[in-house]
């Protein structure tokens, strides 16, 4: 995935904003990582290139 669509993404809990922390990128490409909400502090992994923002409500 590249970076410049991280603010075109939400929280699929909460709708909130989402950081990106990169752990192996190349070139304009993510590969792994982690998007964390800056709302819910749900954390979301980035594992090959795709993020994985499924709704985690553990608390219902
Ligand atoms: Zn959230």
Redesign the pocket.
């Known amino acids: 995935m590249k970076s410049d669509i991280v603010p075109m993404l939400a929280?699929?809990?909460?709708?909130?904003d989402?950081e990106i922390s990169i752990s192996n990128q190349q070139g304009q490409d993510i590969l792994e990582g982690e998007l964390t909400?800056?709302?819910?502090?749900?954390i979301f992994p980035i594992n090959e290139g795709i993020p994985n923002l499924l709704p985690t409500n553990t608390n219902n």
């Open positions: 929280c699929p809990n909460c709708k909130g989402l909400c800056l709302q819910c502090h749900e």
